[in-house]
């Protein structure tokens, strides 16, 4: 069995020309799951020698828009390039609608003209999954796959998603804070790769800032969980101050209470779960 944990996108909201926004996939053998499509993430696909068409499974943690700002040029490049397998997409309540609206709709014209040629309409109407309970809701083959809500932007729903696959444990968080709840679900992963937005002093001065995670919470949840790998993302303080070390010193800050390896997210980097 080959597990490889691929980042895509390291970074947030913003156009930070080093890190596209929140993407990342997990082969397991020759399936591979993709989690969340944010900015770039596309592009990024293409960098790694994946084909957005080989992807049938898509996982969206939250509807900010960071998150799922490609999911329309995943859909249609797929559909364009010729897609094998009906693509389905999980996600929170609400993913219905956003890819029943911003699929469609928007680019009505294009499809038209490309139905007009006698393309094949398969492949452009991904199967939507709503998940609306907590717990192990998807598996096949080797892995199966559980979702946890997670304290994010108000009543938005949040997830984080974990994979298990045998006794191999990934969990991948899209935003959200640490809580005693997460820190269960993460209990024995192999890799936990979390948010980890900014530092404490940095993400009080914003309103949003009490929405994410801070390296010492992220350390005391992957120590009481016994997490053996951890992989920090989601780095808004970079975007915003511009500060190329703070990813680095969040890293530092994390080891000064965790003793396992800290990881600093870059897209394109790959990961192996022996
Ligand atoms: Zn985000
Ligand atoms: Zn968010």
New binding site residues.
């Given amino acids: 069995m080959n597990i490889n944990f691929t980042m895509l996108g390291s970074g947030a909201v913003r156009n930070n020309q080093r890190r596209g926004g929140p993407a990342q996939v997990l082969k397991i053998d020759n399936r591979v799951l993709m989690f969340d499509c944010g900015r770039y993430s596309c592009t990024n696909l293409a960098r790694v020698g994946i084909k957005v068409e080989t992807i049938d499974r898509l996982f969206l ?2 509807l ?1 828009f ?2 799922i700002i490609n999911v329309p040029y995943f859909v249609l490049l797929g559909w364009n390039n010729g897609r094998k397998n009906q693509l389905r997409i999980f996600g929170p309540e609400g993913t219905e609608q956003f890819v029943t609206r911003s699929i469609r709709p928007p680019f009505e014209q294009d499809i038209s003209t490309r139905l007009g040629h006698g393309k094949d309409p398969f492949g452009l109407d991904p199967e939507v999954v709503e998940i609306r309970e907590e717990g192990e809701f998807f598996a096949e083959e080797a892995y199966s796959i559980s979702a946890l809500f997670v304290k ?2 108000g009543d ?1 729903p ?1 997830f984080t998603y974990r994979v298990d696959v045998g006794d191999r444990r990934i969990v991948i968080t ?3 804070l640490p809580s005693q709840k997460l820190t269960e679900f993460c209990r024995d992963a192999d890799l936990l790769v979390s948010e980890c937005s900014g530092t404490p002093e940095f993400l009080a001065q914003y309103p949003w800032g009490a ?2 995670t801070t390296p010492k919470t992220l350390a005391s949840m992957a120590s009481e969980a016994g997490v053996k790998r951890v992989m920090i993302k989601h780095f808004v303080i970079e975007d915003i101050t511009g500060d190329l070390t703070a990813a680095q010193r969040m890293a530092d800050q994390i080891s000064q209470s965790y003793d396992g390896e800290v990881i600093i997210g870059e897209d394109g980097l790959q990961v192996s779960i022996p």
Avoid: Q
């Fill in positions: 943690t939250h900010h960071d998150h994010h932007a938005m949040t899209g935003d959200g929405w994410h």
